[in-house]
């Protein structure tokens, strides 16, 4: 909750404080950089400490990290802390993990995560809700923030469970995903860009023409709801098809209401809260998509080696997203934002339909299952690269230049050299 209304609060005060587009998108940029540094270097702080207090002192320093914000309104500060709270909150959602997969057997697991995912999706929403308790220019949502954030610690320094094991690193090979999966690799990429602006600067975009804080709050709140409900219709959708021209679809649908939003959202809030819902509904299931599409090319004990490397560019892309929003936002007006979201969506599809033409559909005795990637995928888990099982990067290699283009996902997976041991990091 801590974490969900400091990402709305953020983009408005920095506004109030006369902050430029640029300046706001590498705000949104520098918690993603934070975020895949936490993920990368987690593991040795967490091994170095132990879970339980690991825990706590990193609360302690995300807690102040809140109150920071407040206390020195300058653009370069804020950039510095709000980098230092997504390492922050990488570590904590890796210890989190950890745990629960650490306790969970192979019978509970799917549910245990689909609780866990539930109940983060749900309070990221009510912490962005909160907006409406207080005024962005003042410092009381900012004291919440921190308040909420400090309470996170008591669960595990009372907990007399057993710590998990130490967490380990993956090597990931970003040349072998690429190679096995072209279109899973880049739609991570370009979930990256899109969503990465989104979260960075649409409480911005919600907000214009109207004095109402909580106005972009529920905004927010919409589209991931709408994302929620549509992922698991969705997915089972793609078992049935060849996931891709799915993929097509959802990226044309995505596109459309990224156009929809900035054509005709600031005629009314009721047009906005319609549009929001059609791009949370398609926008946010389209990363569980490319991950269920990749994962139909990856053996058992390559998958969390894939899920980190697909985590990674995820990442990367939602570092470049809002500063290449803010740039269009600054030329054009904040319309811009939803001109750079469709754009992404307009170019992934042609380069989905491209693939097409260059490989054929997986054969459905060889396909994976989505639900089996959507646990993974929607949560974005840190703890994909921190899993101490299969700790060291598979056998398995990219197929040469030519292979993606005619082999068999069976042959597709056989096997290359490893590469060297590169920590590579993951909402």
């Keep these: 909750m801590g974490n969900g209304l400091q990402s709305t609060l953020l983009p408005l005060r920095a506004q109030i404080e006369a902050f430029g587009p640029l ?25 170095r400490a132990g879970h339980i207090r690991a825990f706590a002192a990193i609360v302690a320093i995300a807690s ?87 309470w996170a610690a008591v669960p595990l320094a009372l ?101 929809a939003l900035a054509f005709f959202s600031a005629s009314s809030q009721t047009l906005l809260m319609v549009t929001g819902f059609a791009f949370g509904m398609f926008a946010f299931p389209l990363y569980s998509l490319c991950v269920a599409h990749a994962n139909d090319f990856v053996d058992n004990k390559s998958f969390v080696e894939a899920a980190s490397g697909l985590l990674l560019t995820w990442a990367a892309g939602a570092v470049i997203g809002p500063i290449g929003a803010s740039a269009l936002i600054s030329g054009i007006g904040l319309q811009g934002l939803f001109y750079f979201t469709a754009g992404v969506h307009l170019i992934f599809a042609v380069f989905v339909f491209y693939r097409l033409r260059q490989r054929t559909v997986v054969p459905e005795e060889t396909r994976g299952v989505f639900s089996e990637a959507a646990n993974a995928a929607y949560t974005l ?6 899993m101490s099982e299969d700790a060291q990067p598979s056998e398995a ?13 069976a042959e597709e997976t056989a096997s290359a050299p490893e590469s060297e041991n590169g920590q590579d990091p993951k909402t």
Excluded at 82 to 92: P, Q
Excluded at 381 to 386: F, R, S, Y
């Design 159 to 259: 907990s007399r469970s057993e710590s998990p094991a130490p967490v380990e690193r993956v090597g990931v090979r970003i040349g072998y995903l690429l190679k096995l999966s072209p279109v899973g690799f880049i739609g991570s990429f370009a979930v990256g860009l899109a969503n990465g602006a989104f979260w960075a600067l649409a409480p911005i975009f919600a907000q214009n023409g109207h004095n109402d804080p909580s106005l972009a709050a529920i905004f927010i709140a919409v589209s991931v709801v709408a994302g929620a409900a549509a992922q698991y219709p969705l997915g089972k959708l793609s078992d049935r098809m060849d996931r891709r021209k799915l993929i097509i679809a959802v990226s044309l649908l995505s596109a459309a209401a990224g156009l």
């Design 397 to 409: 290699a990219a197929p040469d230049d030519a292979a993606p283009e005619a082999a068999t996902p």
């Design 64 to 150: 102040t990290s809140a109150l920071v914000h407040a206390l020195i309104p300058n653009s370069v500060v804020w950039w510095i802390v709000r980098l230092l709270s997504g390492a922050c909150v990488a570590m904590l959602f890796m210890i989190i993990e950890s745990w629960l997969n650490e306790k969970a057997t192979n019978e509970t697991r799917g549910t245990v995560f689909s609780v866990y995912t539930a109940i983060n999706l749900s309070m990221v929403s009510a912490g962005q809700v909160l907006i409406a308790l207080g005024n962005p220019q003042g410092f009381p949502l900012f004291l919440i923030a921190s308040i909420l954030i400090s």
């Design 381 to 386: 888990t840190p703890v994909d690269v921190g």
């Design 23 to 47: 300046e706001i998108g590498i705000l949104g940029s520098a918690y993603f950089v934070g975020f895949t540094l936490g993920c990368w270097r987690g593991a040795v702080i967490i091994r």
